[in-house]
């Protein structure tokens, strides 16, 4: 090769870009679709932020909720045990009572039985009596 003569054939560095009206919207359709995609980015990150808060706060109330649950669980059941204490002394008194007038019930029984038997002797004394006069 000679130097004086040039090789027709560009090289990589021999090529430079010239600045088009094409290149140029094409430049600045990209800027707008990274700048549109940056505020894009911003605005989904601050609506997770809000979301990420409110999920915070519904785990503290649902935390506070399940401990007063617990408490009202243990309240009833300390209430259901009173109950049934004191229905087991109701039914030992109501069974008393009825044992008591059971007793009562026979005693009596028993004293009309002596009744009736002592009034039967006594009428068959006065009828023998009666009978015997005429």
Same mark, same amino acid.
């Given at each position: 090769?000679?130097?004086?003569? #040039?090789?027709?054939?560009?090289?990589?560095?021999?090529? #430079?870009m010239?600045?088009?009206?094409?290149?140029?919207?094409?430049?600045?359709? &990209?800027?707008?679709?990274?700048?549109?995609?940056?505020?894009?980015?911003?605005?989904?990150?601050?609506?997770?932020?809000?979301? !990420?808060?409110? $999920?915070?706060?519904?785990?503290?109330?649902?935390?506070?909720?399940?401990?007063?649950?617990?408490?009202?669980?243990?309240?009833?059941?300390? $209430?259901?045990?009173?109950?049934?204490?004191?229905?087991? &002394?109701?039914?030992a008194?109501?069974s008393? #009572?009825?044992?008591?007038?059971? !007793? !009562?019930?026979?005693?009596?029984?028993?004293?009309?039985g002596?009744?009736?038997?002592?009034?039967?002797?006594?009428?068959?004394?006065?009828?023998?009596?009666?009978?015997?006069?005429?």
């Amino acid at each position: 090769m000679n130097p004086e003569q #040039v090789d027709p054939t560009p090289t990589p560095t021999s090529v #430079v870009m010239i600045p088009t009206a094409s290149n140029k919207w094409l430049m600045r359709g &990209v800027a707008a679709l990274a700048v549109i995609g940056a505020v894009g980015s911003g605005l989904m990150w601050a609506k997770l932020s809000g979301i !990420q808060e409110q $999920l915070a706060r519904q785990s503290a109330d649902t935390g506070s909720q399940a401990v007063e649950a617990r408490v009202t669980a243990k309240q009833a059941e300390e $209430l259901a045990r009173e109950t049934a204490a004191r229905l087991a &002394v109701t039914d030992a008194k109501l069974s008393e #009572v009825s044992l008591q007038r059971s !007793q !009562q019930r026979l005693h009596t029984a028993g004293e009309l039985g002596l009744l009736l038997r002592q009034s039967n002797g006594g009428f068959n004394i006065h009828h023998q009596v009666f009978i015997a006069r005429t």
